[in-house]
């Protein structure tokens, strides 16, 4: 999922940062209610949040659910997918109520996923509060780090699209860390871009690409024999850890889902059953089991880290949807890189004279992307660095985070009987930082083991011919 990048101007980086603006209420009724207090007219529908959900949700990671399959085998990879599906899904719901529960206890509208962990802590436990502003710090930074990486990810994917088709059309050896260089010209001028009104264009082109890109590489999916002999029922255990890392990492939306719950003007409708998060959630938990399965039936060993760098070399139509798919990503790449440098700028403008923000804003958005360029040339392999970033950052934000805010929220005297809130927390924090650890390790292996200078396979390019 990676991703807020497909979201358009349904709510603005300001919802990720809301205490700027917002001072805590000084009401004395008896029941506040933070729902009658947001914006009930040019709020969003529950219709437009299912959508601006449904739409961020199903990214550039669906195209990695394949090589999902690849590290788990056809079985697991089903049940897996299920599975961490729907633990995404519980933790969201667990950091909204949290949320919800926060806003009545210090009487405000809404907060922000940072801002939540930042007045859970003020407000619980002694012992927690003087590590409020660390707890605020470390999700903005953990959000930040999330976006910057995922941004270094959809270079390599943009540079591994333009090799494959052009090295082949053109019988051409170039190496992908040229493509990389070359890919950064573009992103740096797309990435200089501060009016998310001038973005919203890039993203519905954008979006038109992903819609053919997928029609296209569904036809080559459904028009290949698929085969079940040859595929394990459940991977190797060394491999496993690559499956729930890149799973959380196409899944996870955790960053997106406070802001269009706070948007809504009927914020009930976002949980429960049926609701905006439950829908959404079941839609997108089929359809990256259905890419993932029979990607990895059709392509089995030989699949990519993008589903759409499997489709036939030299064949005009597959040609037509990587590059359509690159040009996606590209397009999407200012809002991507938006939000965490928004984020980033907020905490240190105030370190700057004001006339000279704008050329501070040109010499920081251009530093950032030439260091994502920098680490996107140090790892040009797409299927680990997919991995990396799920297990470190995707395990962080959406599971562990969540249950020890949940956790620190209800303590000491609402953690249920027998304190079974509690003791399911302390699992699923465990399970995050086993995720961490099993996935980021994997990862770095599969890394180090990758020869990175193997020369694309030319004879392939001339097999559609």
């Known amino acids: 999922m990676m991703s807020a990048k497909d979201s358009k101007a349904a709510f603005t980086i300001s919802t990720f940062n809301f205490t700027s603006n917002i001072k805590e209420t000084k009401k004395h009724d008896d029941e506040y209610d933070p729902f009658a207090c947001r914006d009930q007219k040019s709020g969003t ?63 405000v509208p809404f907060l922000g996923f940072a801002e939540t962990a930042e007045k859970v802590f003020q407000h619980g436990p002694l012992s927690l509060r003087k590590w409020s502003n660390f707890a605020k710090q470390f999700v903005d930074g953990s959000l930040m780090a999330t976006y910057y990486a995922a941004a270094c990810v ?42 998310l009104k001038l973005l919203v264009p890039f993203s519905a082109i954008a979006n038109l690409f992903v819609i053919v890109t997928f029609a296209i590489t569904l036809y080559y999916m459904f028009n290949e024999s698929l085969v079940f002999d040859d595929k394990p029922y459940i991977a190797k255990a060394s491999q496993l850890p690559l ?36 829908m959404a959630m079941l839609i997108v938990v089929t359809l990256y089991a259905t890419i993932g399965f029979f990607g990895y039936i059709t392509y089995g060993s030989e699949v990519r880290g993008s589903i759409t760098l499997n489709l036939p070399y030299g064949a005009p139509l597959a040609d037509a949807a990587k590059i359509l798919m690159a040009l996606a990503i590209l397009f999407t790449f200012g809002l991507q890189f938006y939000i965490p440098n928004d984020i980033l700028w907020i905490k240190i403008k105030h370190y700057f004279k004001p006339k000279n923000h704008n050329r501070i804003q040109i010499l920081l958005r251009t530093i950032i992307i030439l260091i994502s360029g920098g680490v996107a040339a140090a790892i040009p392999n797409l299927e680990p660095f997919i991995s990396l970033v799920g297990a470190v950052f995707f395990s962080l934000l959406g599971i562990f985070v969540p249950s020890f805010v949940e956790t620190a929220f209800l303590w000491p005297n609402h953690l249920g009987c027998f304190k079974w809130k509690l ?12 995720a961490l650890i099993a996935g980021s390790t994997a990862s770095i292996i599969e890394i180090i083991n990758i020869n990175n200078d193997v020369p694309e396979n030319i004879a392939q390019c001339h097999a559609y011919e």
């Open 45 to 107: 529908s529950t219709r437009d949040a299912f959508l601006h959900l449904l739409k961020s949700s199903l990214g550039t990671g669906i195209l990695a659910m394949p090589m999902a399959f690849l590290n788990a085998g056809i079985v697991f990879g089903l049940v897996g997918t299920l599975s961490v599906g729907l633990l995404c899904t519980y933790c969201v719901h667990i950091l909204v109520q949290t949320s919800h529960g926060i806003c009545r206890k210090i009487r």
């Open 154 to 195: 959809d270079i390599v994917f943009i540079a591994t699209s333009f090799r494959d088709v052009i090295n082949c059309d053109l019988d051409l050896n170039w190496h992908i860390r040229f493509y990389i260089a070359l890919t950064l010209i573009p992103c740096l001028f797309i990435g200089q871009i501060r009016d």
């Open 243 to 278: 499956f729930f890392a890149t799973v959380i990492f196409a899944m996870e939306g955790i960053g997106v889902v406070m802001p269009v719950e706070n948007s809504m003007k009927t914020p009930q409708h976002f949980l429960g059953c049926p609701s905006v998060l439950n």
């Open 423 to 434: 003791i399911k927390n302390v699992i699923l924090c465990i399970l995050a930082i086993l």
